[in-house]
């Protein structure tokens, strides 16, 4: 048994994606300088090459618990795309690691791109076009790469709506499109979810699109296939603060049509903890080194930083539920880990 206490790495990494190859863990996220816009400013410290620029830290692990900073993954593409890169995640297909991210301008002007690499640690080639045009889809942010039983790969992604017909609220909401390739979408999107709560508020009054809207927030799908159904993770409302949490849509499809009824008052998957953890969120999930438990990892705020925490996942006759968010040790069997390694 080892023993662990969330945060699981001390350093900023909001955002984080976590996967498994080969029996090493992996986990990729949103670094402090991809947050903020300050890109510019990092240096190839791998290369100690000023003049080339890499986003997004990796971690790794052996035993799931230990995480390393391991280098940054992705050589900063056309500095025109913008400063802020954010909430990467990477999928496995056939021999090659994609990684799909967005960039773009503060709050506006995002695009979802992807780049491939050989390796899981990269380092990521940039393909040279976006999955979403902008005059179609200004703001497009957190692309989630899920791959269904039959082997068809899908995108869930966030997006702004405007509209408030049937009793919606305006503001970034949950979409999902398939791709035809691992590199292209087929342009069919399909909404997932939309803003209903309060809870999900971002800002009141926030100015958007040269007018003024009570703005909502769904970001950060993670999709999980149980029992037959689909689970849309997200999380709601504004990051920086303590009414930032995880909830869940379930659809009989993965096309939807997804439902998140029930989570009127309060997320049901992760919320703070006043006085112990706050805003909790963009998640991903991942099995344990037993290849059964499964982990929700998650971002929470230290004094300044987002950082990575994890804790299980129960599945409950009521719907997917999280021990956590957890602040005291925990422990977690890893001798099923060190045997896939050595096999």
């Known amino acids: 048994m080892l023993t662990y206490t969330n945060p699981v790495y001390k350093g900023y990494f909001a955002d ?28 190839d410290v791998l290369n100690f090459d000023p003049n080339k620029q890499r986003v997004f830290p990796l971690l790794r692990s052996f035993d799931f618990v230990n995480w390393h900073y391991v280098g940054n993954a992705l050589p900063r593409p056309d500095p025109a795309l913008g400063n802020n890169f954010w909430a990467p995640e990477v999928a496995y297909s056939d021999g090659k690691f994609y990684l799909y991210y967005s960039v773009g301008h503060e709050d506006k002007n995002h695009q979802l791109r992807v780049a491939k ?27 989630h790469p899920f791959c269904d039983d039959d082997g068809q790969w899908y995108l869930f ?5 405007l509209d408030t017909e049937g009793g919606v609220r305006a503001g970034t909401a949950i979409a999902v499109d398939r791709l035809e390739n691992m590199i292209k979408l087929a342009g069919v999107e399909t909404v997932v979810l939309r803003s209903r709560c309060d809870w999900q508020r971002f800002l009141n009054n926030r100015l958007m699109y040269g007018e003024f809207y009570d703005w909502h927030t769904l970001e950060g799908p993670c999709v999980r296939k149980h029992e037959g159904r689909y689970y849309c993770f997200y999380s ?3 990051w920086e603060t303590e009414n930032y949490g995880v909830d869940y849509g379930v659809a009989d499809s993965v096309m939807g049509t997804y439902s998140d009824a029930g989570n009127e008052a309060v997320p049901r998957v992760l919320r703070s903890l006043p006085g112990h953890v706050k805003g909790p969120g963009h998640n991903s999930i991942v099995f344990a080194p037993d290849g059964q438990t499964e982990y929700i ?20 006759t009521a719907g997917p539920r999280c021990e956590g968010p957890t602040w005291t040790p925990q ?13």
């Not at 390796?119 to 692309?143: H, M």
């Not at 929470?300 to 409950?316: E, F, H, P, S």
């Not at 422990?331 to 096999?343: A, C």
């Open 236 to 238: 709601g409302g504004c």
């Open 117 to 143: 690499s050989d390796s899981p640690l990269g380092l990521y080639e940039d393909i040279g076009e976006p999955l979403t045009d902008l005059n179609n889809c200004p703001f497009a942010i957190d692309p």
């Open 157 to 161: 992604y966030a997006r702004d709506f």
């Open 297 to 316: 990892a998650y971002h929470a705020w230290g004094k300044d930083a987002r950082q990575m925490c994890l804790d299980k996942i129960i599945w409950t």
């Open 331 to 343: 422990t977690i069997d890893i001798n099923k880990s060190y045997q896939k390694i050595e096999n």
């Open 16 to 43: 984080p994606f976590v996967w498994q190859h080969l029996g090493v863990y992996y986990a990729i996220g949103t670094g402090a300088a991809e947050a903020a816009g300050t890109v510019d400013e990092i240096a």
